[in-house]
C-alpha cells in the first residue's frame, strides 16, 4: 500500500492549467484568475470626504466660530466651488472635497440639522478638527500600478468588487474543468425505478457530479454504465472529450471488475492506506484528438467515493483550475502538524469502530465542541443515507485511542 499524501502527489501530478477565458466582471463565480491584475485607477480616485458636513480649512477653526456657506458638493458632483479664508462648502460622503478645503467637519459638529435641509447662508462650528480630520485621501487604499488580485486567486463577490474598483470591466479566468462522470454496475437502475433483484438506485454519479460542481468543475457527461466491457468502452470514448474522467466501482480485484478489465495498462491501480478508499486508480487516456486526459477511478461504495472525492478529485480539479500544488502541498504539511486550510482541531466526541493499521477518514457531525460519526456504525462505506448529516471529514490516525483525543477536520459543509 500506498499512503494518501504519496498517492494524492501522483494525482495532482495528472494537471496542468486551463487555458484562460476573458468573463464579465460580474461573472465567473468559482473560477480562478489567470494574471495578476494591478490597478488601472487609484482607490479612492480622489480625495473625497469621510462625513456628511462641511469642507472646511483648519486653519479658520476655532470653536463657536462661524464660517461663510459658498456652496453644496454632493456625491457624483461635477465640480465644487474653491474654499477661500473663512468659508466653506456643505459636502456629502463620498463627494469630492472642493480645493482649499483640507478637513470636513461632520454636520453633528454644527449648528445644523442632519438630513435633508436648505443650504444655510453661514454655519457655527462647535466642535474644532484637526488638519485631514474625515479626508479619504487619493490612493490611501491603492496606489495606480498596485497589483490588487494575484494570478490563482478564486473568483467571488468580494474579488468582483476590488475588480470593478480598480478598472475592469472584463477578467482573464482560467476556464474551468470539464469532467465526465461514470458510474459502473449491472445492478445500477436510475433513481425512482421499482427495483428488481439485486438492484439499487444510481446514486454515485449524481453524487460525484454534486461534488464537482462544488469544487468547481462543469460536468459534461454524467451517466451509469453496465459491466458490459464494450459498453464501458463506448462510455469512456464518450466521456474522453472531457479534461477529466472520474469513475466509481470497478476498480478492486473481483471478478467484474470493468474499469480494470477495459483500462489496465494504460492506468494504475494501487491501493492507497486508507479507510474507506483503499483502492484507487488514476492516470492519463488518449482522446481522439491526441490530447492526454486525467482519469481518476474510485471506488464503488458510495462513502468510499465520497471519502476519495474529497481527498483526490477537489485537489485536481483545483490544479486544473490554476492552484496546482497548494492543496497537495497542504495535505503533506498536515503530517508535520500544519492544517489543511480548510480543517479544524477538534475533539472525539463519540468514537466508531477503527482499523488497526489504516488512517479512518470519517464522515462527522459537530457535537457540543467536538465530533461524532454520522451513522452509528462510523466509517461504514455503504452509508450514504446519513452523508448528508455530515459537517466534516475526520482524519483519524491508526493509533487514536479513544473520545477526547484532538482530530483534524476538514470542513466540507
Known amino acids: 500500500?500506498?499512503?494518501?499524501?504519496?498517492?494524492?502527489?501522483?494525482?495532482?501530478?495528472?494537471?496542468?492549467?486551463?487555458?484562460?477565458?476573458?468573463?464579465?466582471?460580474?461573472?465567473?463565480?468559482?473560477?480562478?484568475?489567470?494574471?495578476?491584475?494591478?490597478?488601472?485607477?487609484?482607490?479612492?480616485?480622489?480625495?473625497?470626504?469621510?462625513?456628511?458636513?462641511?469642507?472646511?480649512?483648519?486653519?479658520?477653526?476655532?470653536?463657536?466660530?462661524?464660517?461663510?456657506?459658498?456652496?453644496?458638493?454632493?456625491?457624483?458632483?461635477?465640480?465644487?466651488?474653491?474654499?477661500?479664508?473663512?468659508?466653506?462648502?456643505?459636502?456629502?460622503?463620498?463627494?469630492?472635497?472642493?480645493?482649499?478645503?483640507?478637513?470636513?467637519?461632520?454636520?453633528?459638529?454644527?449648528?445644523?440639522?442632519?438630513?435633508?435641509?436648505?443650504?444655510?447662508?453661514?454655519?457655527?462650528?462647535?466642535?474644532?478638527?484637526?488638519?485631514?480630520?474625515?479626508?479619504?485621501?487619493?490612493?490611501?487604499?491603492?496606489?495606480?500600478?498596485?497589483?490588487?488580485?494575484?494570478?490563482?486567486?478564486?473568483?467571488?463577490?468580494?474579488?468582483?468588487?476590488?475588480?470593478?474598483?480598480?478598472?475592469?470591466?472584463?477578467?482573464?479566468?482560467?476556464?474551468?474543468?470539464?469532467?465526465?462522470?461514470?458510474?459502473?454496475?449491472?445492478?445500477?437502475?436510475?433513481?425512482?425505478?421499482?427495483?428488481?433483484?439485486?438492484?439499487i438506485p444510481d446514486s454515485n454519479s449524481y453524487l460525484l457530479a454534486g461534488l464537482v460542481q462544488r469544487f468547481g468543475g462543469e460536468v459534461s457527461l454524467r451517466r451509469a454504465v453496465g459491466d458490459d466491457p464494450e459498453e464501458f468502452r463506448a462510455a469512456l470514448d464518450e466521456a474522453l472529450a472531457a479534461d477529466v474522467v472520474v469513475t466509481t466501482g470497478g476498480v478492486s480485484v473481483g471478478a467484474f471488475e470493468v474499469v480494470r478489465q477495459v483500462t489496465e495498462g494504460d492506468i494504475d491501480f494501487v491501493k492507497v492506506n486508507m479507510q474507506p478508499g483503499k483502492p484507487q486508480a488514476s492516470g492519463k487516456l488518449r482522446a481522439p484528438d491526441g490530447r492526454d486526459v486525467a482519469f481518476l477511478g474510485l471506488p464503488g461504495n458510495p462513502v468510499s467515493a465520497w471519502v476519495s472525492a474529497w481527498m483526490f478529485l477537489r485537489p485536481l480539479l483545483a490544479a486544473f483550475a490554476g492552484v496546482p500544488s497548494d492543496l497537495a502541498r497542504n495535505e503533506r504539511d498536515r503530517i508535520e502538524g500544519r492544517l489543511h486550510p480548510d480543517s479544524i482541531l477538534l475533539p472525539v466526541g463519540q468514537t466508531w469502530r477503527k482499523s488497526s493499521n489504516r488512517r479512518q477518514y470519517i464522515p462527522v457531525r459537530l457535537i457540543d465542541g467536538g465530533i461524532a460519526p454520522s451513522h452509528a456504525l462510523g466509517s461504514g462505506s455503504h452509508l450514504i443515507a446519513s452523508l448528508h448529516l455530515a459537517d466534516g471529514l475526520a482524519v483519524v490516525p491508526a493509533e487514536l485511542d479513544g473520545p477526547g483525543e484532538t482530530v483534524e477536520v476538514l470542513l466540507t459543509r
Open 1 to 199: 500500500m500506498i499512503s494518501v499524501e504519496d498517492y494524492l502527489a501522483r494525482v495532482v501530478a495528472l494537471a496542468h492549467p486551463l487555458p484562460a477565458e476573458e468573463v464579465a466582471v460580474g461573472g465567473g463565480s468559482g473560477q480562478v484568475l489567470a494574471e495578476d491584475l494591478p490597478a488601472r485607477f487609484a482607490v479612492p480616485p480622489f480625495d473625497n470626504s469621510a462625513m456628511d458636513g462641511f469642507a472646511v480649512r483648519a486653519a479658520d477653526l476655532a470653536e463657536g466660530v462661524r464660517l461663510s456657506v459658498v456652496g453644496d458638493v454632493p456625491a457624483g458632483a461635477a465640480s465644487a466651488p474653491t474654499v477661500g479664508a473663512g468659508e466653506c462648502v456643505r459636502i456629502m460622503t463620498g463627494a469630492p472635497m472642493p480645493e482649499g478645503a483640507d478637513s470636513v467637519v461632520p454636520v453633528e459638529q454644527t449648528d445644523q440639522p442632519m438630513g435633508d435641509a436648505p443650504l444655510p447662508a453661514e454655519v457655527e462650528v462647535r466642535e474644532v478638527v484637526a488638519e485631514g480630520r474625515h479626508v479619504r485621501r487619493r490612493g490611501e487604499d491603492v496606489a495606480v500600478g498596485d497589483v490588487v488580485l494575484a494570478a490563482g486567486t478564486r473568483w467571488g463577490p468580494e474579488t468582483t468588487g476590488a475588480a470593478s474598483s480598480i478598472g475592469y470591466a472584463t477578467v482573464p479566468l482560467r476556464r474551468r474543468p470539464r469532467v465526465a462522470v461514470l458510474a459502473t454496475g449491472d445492478e445500477l437502475v436510475a433513481p425512482g425505478t421499482e427495483l428488481g433483484f439485486g438492484q
